[in-house]
Nanobody
Framework: QVQLIESGGGLVQAGGSLRLSCAAS????????MGWFRQAPGKEREFVAA????????TYANSVKGRFTISRDNAKNPVYLQMNSLKPEDTAVYYC???????????????WGQGTQVTVSS
């Protein structure tokens, strides 16, 4: 069974940091682009960041640019999202996903994790 498993979520005060990890089981995603998305209560799932299979290319949503950093280690199979200067509006369930192509579009991602909750208190 192919799975993406997120970890690292939690409760943090505004201005704090968290590092999310995404591990894969059942197959390797080293030749897939990887992305992070988030969904707040009552809102649609939105793009956060994506990285190419090699790690050479990244793209970010404007709302997180300069605060979040996506990275990957294909030798260990995880993908990371370092989140700094967190704001209450960053509160959401965060999902990692895998796509055959480097894209910001939700529809381009074929594999999804179950999500991890990030809560930022003011």
């Amino acid at each position: 069974q192919v799975q993406l498993i997120e970890s690292g979520g939690g409760l943090v005060q505004a201005g704090g940091s968290l590092r999310l990890s995404c591990a894969a089981s059942g197959r390797t995603f080293s030749n897939y682009a990887m992305g992070w998305f988030r969904q707040a209560p009552g809102k649609e799932r939105e793009f956060v960041a994506a990285i190419t299979w090699s790690g050479a290319g990244t793209t970010y949503a404007n709302s997180v640019k300069g605060r979040f950093t996506i990275s990957r280690d294909n030798a260990k199979n995880p993908v990371y999202l370092q989140m700094n200067s967190l704001k209450p509006e960053d509160t959401a369930v965060y999902y990692c996903a895998a796509a055959e192509w480097f894209t910001r579009s939700t529809s381009g991602y074929a594999y999804w994790g179950q999500g991890t909750q990030v809560t930022v208190s003011s």
